[in-house]
């Protein structure tokens, strides 16, 4: 089953979700599924979500690339 978008937590369909613990973003709609992947239910139900509209508003605040889903981390 292929998840993208959620409306849960903070979430509201937004394309991009911050783990406001690790300060990294992440691309719903290229999200690594996998059980080593991105993890974005997990973020969530630990309340960690912050939504973002665009990956350079993300990037300004500070958040780092996902390796998974968006390459280019710079840890």
Do not use: W
């Amino acid at each position: 089953m292929h998840v993208t978008r959620r409306y849960s937590g903070r979430m509201n369909g937004e394309q991009y979700c911050g783990n406001m613990d690790k300060k990294e973003v992440h691309d719903l709609d290229k999200e690594d599924e996998r059980a080593s992947g991105c993890q974005i239910d997990e973020i969530i139900r630990a309340g960690h979500d912050k939504p973002f509209t665009s990956l350079l508003l993300a990037q300004a605040a500070g958040y780092d690339n996902c390796a998974k889903c968006l390459g280019s981390s710079r840890r």
